[in-house]
């Protein structure tokens, strides 16, 4: 499952402005929209939906491809979409999904260094990947807690003024569950005991090697939970006539919508 807050967002530039977020994502690619010429500009609002999820991709479970009039397969845009068979005879409808200035899905791994990941999800947390056989003072002298919140480490390549790669990683601050207490965010991806049991080219220096991408050398890591964000414009289409109140004369002005509300 997954949890999620929506809110109004009236900071709007006219009938239709652009709110908080801007255009990056992807366009919800399940339940068709209709063609934009068949909708009218118009009052209405802007909702943003924020939350977190196991499911990979989620975008297929907000808004899953070719479930036609099955309603036990629609996902939350579906429904969207759909206002009017969901909630017969609702005042509002989705406008125009198929056009990112009005609709927009993001979707990234839940990580504690994205700056766009919305707030609220998991409780941070160190979680220890291999035992220092060292005090806490000692510990500090090799250099933890020098390379910022996603990991922890101490490493024998490390340079005298903490420059070099960083081979092993010996603790990392992670997003848990609150409920579950299981780790929801993207970490490194690193040699474990169980791999070193397995593997006899492999010793006990090995634990908490990160690993690396054969190609590209650059670190692998393992993704788990997965953040979205869903900005939809939904219009009005039998709002009240609010006089405008700057010009005294009937219509939709920017006042006279947040009036309207």
């Known amino acids: 499952g997954y949890e999620a807050s929506m809110y109004m967002n ?11 977020y801007g ?4 366009t919800g690619m399940g339940a068709p929209a209709a063609p934009a010429g068949n909708q ?3 009052p209405g609002f802007v909702v943003v939906v924020e939350g977190y999820s196991p499911f990979k991709p989620v975008g297929a479970l907000l808004d899953p491809h070719s479930v036609g009039d099955d309603r036990t397969k629609w996902g939350f845009i579906t429904r969207l979409v759909n206002l009017d068979k969901v909630m017969p005879g609702c005042e509002f409808e989705l406008y ?3 056009d990112i200035k009005h609709f927009t899905l993001e979707s990234r791994p839940v990580d504690l260094l994205d700056p766009k990941m919305p707030g609220g999800i998991g409780v941070e947390k160190e979680v220890e990947r291999v035992r220092l056989e060292v005090d806490a003072t000692r510990r500090g002298a090799l250099g933890a807690y020098q390379e910022g919140p996603r990991y922890d480490e101490t ?5 005298a003024a903490g420059a070099g790669r960083q081979e092993r990683v010996y603790a990392e601050r992670v997003l848990v ?4 207490n299981e780790e929801m965010s993207k970490v490194f991806d690193i040699i474990t005991q169980q791999e070193i049991d397995g593997n006899p080219d492999l010793t006990e220096k090995d634990l908490g090697r990160k690993k690396y991408d054969k190609l590209t050398n650059e670190p ?3 993704e788990r939970d997965y953040w979205f964000r869903v ?11 609010v006089p405008d109140a700057t010009t005294g004369m009937g219509g939709y002005g920017s006042e006279g919508m947040r009036r309207g509300y």
């Open 40 to 42: 009218e500009e118009g």
């Open 10 to 20: 009236d900071r709007m530039a006219g009938p239709y402005g652009q709110g908080d």
């Open 177 to 180: 569950d609150p409920m579950t």
């Open 96 to 98: 125009r999904k198929d």
């Open 220 to 222: 692998l890591f393992i």
């Open 155 to 159: 490493s024998e390549y490390r340079g």
């Open 231 to 241: 900005s939809a414009k939904v219009r009005w289409k039998k709002a009240p006539v």
């Open 23 to 26: 255009q990056q994502g992807m």
